[in-house]
């Protein structure tokens, strides 16, 4: 019998868990599940990529500041009742937070609730933003009939949170891992990237989190060590003018480069020869498990899910300490260390393999056909 099921996230735009939501949504067996995503705010770039057999429901045009708050004035069940307006067989809330509490406030038994949880929360009071307190974060947490964490790192922390007496499982992300494959061959006309020397890349929203002002200073102190590099980063974001300032400052602006925001990042990772994650937080890196599926080596911070991805020994990839100095020598030892680079782009190859969409969405779907 079909499983009708709804995902439930604040919007569609170019972040990584509204991007493998679109991914998941796609290509899932419509033969076995009738599926809907609806959003809180109709706003994003990533809607205009879901299929055309993915049932889309908008929310608001526009997403004000304070939204969160304003949805805190109302109860989880009249939340509930404002935006879910059909029957479904599952819920999904895709995002902890707002769309969690929302989706805990539905009181039909036959329906069963499954939370996604994407990033470390670290304590009650930040996993709690989005709720009136702690206590309603839990019970709200709690009636969900599963949740799931898209790496170990984010369900230890979770269960040192949030005690649900409920089920947590780890399910990673889903890829487009042929399509991914597929555009990273396309040609590159708008960035020259020069032989002569080395190119580095990054993906990701420019805010503080990911951590581009470390490597805005790494960039510079390499250069001071004449190790020759450029940096790229595909992006869009509210810090980008204050980063733009200090390149200006430091005579940078011609090595460390903003993109902007691209259709299709692959073919511009694929032509750099290092991808580097400077995050200070993440969940299970979109981009890094992207850049491993092209076969571009990584360095990445030690952030959620670093480790499952690049090995614990860094047998696909350099993990650091999370701080600029670490993630300075790690950079360093990439770039300097013969061959390294070409290594490290074998085994990346070899382990984006791991994250298949056959194998990610096979995984949702018999958790979602067990529920």
Request: hydrophobic content about 35%.
């Amino acid at each position: 019998m079909m499983k009708k099921v709804l995902y439930l996230i604040p919007n569609l735009a170019h972040g990584g868990a509204e991007k493998v939501l679109v991914n998941l949504a796609n290509n899932m067996d419509k033969t076995k599940f009738d599926v809907t995503v609806q959003t809180l705010f109709d706003v994003g770039v990533n809607r205009q990529y879901l299929n055309s057999d993915v049932k889309y429901i908008g929310g608001f045009k526009r997403m004000p500041r304070g939204n969160t708050y304003v949805m805190k004035l109302f109860s989880p069940e009249k939340l509930y009742k404002h935006f879910i307006r059909d029957n479904y067989d599952i819920i999904v809330s895709y995002l902890e937070g707002p769309t969690a509490r929302i989706v805990s406030g539905c009181t039909n038994p036959n329906t069963k609730l499954v939370s996604w949880i994407h990033i470390e929360q670290h304590t009650k009071e930040l996993a709690s933003k989005s709720f009136r307190s702690y206590k309603e974060a839990l019970d709200c947490y709690s009636k969900f009939d599963r949740t799931v964490c898209v790496s170990d790192t984010v369900k230890d922390d979770f269960e040192s949170i949030f005690d649900t007496k409920k089920p947590v499982e780890v399910l990673y992300n889903t890829n487009e891992s042929e399509k991914i494959k597929k555009l990273s061959d396309e040609k590159v006309d708008d960035v020259n990237f020069s032989k002569d020397i080395i190119n580095i890349i990054s993906v990701a929203k420019i805010v503080p989190s990911k951590g581009y002002d470390r490597l805005m200073k790494i960039h510079k102190k390499l250069i001071e060590k004449n190790i020759k590099n450029h940096i790229y980063i595909l992006g869009i974001g509210e810090e980008k003018e204050k980063y733009e300032k200090y390149l200006a400052e430091n005579n940078l602006t011609d090595t460390f480069i903003f993109l902007g925001y691209r259709d299709n990042p692959y073919k511009y990772v694929k032509k750099a020869d290092l991808y580097v994650c400077s995050s200070r937080r993440e969940g299970f890196s979109t981009a890094v498990t992207e850049a491993l599926i092209v076969g571009t080596p990584v360095v990445s911070t030690n952030c959620s899910g670093a480790y499952e991805l690049l090995g614990e020994n860094n047998e696909y990839g350099i993990v650091t300490e999370n701080n600029e100095d670490a993630l300075y020598e790690g950079i360093k030892k990439m770039l300097t260390t013969p061959d390294l680079l070409e290594a490290y782009a074998a085994k990346a190859k070899e382990r984006g393999k791991a994250f298949s969409t056959e194998k990610t969405v096979k995984a949702v779907e018999e958790m979602l056909s067990a529920l």
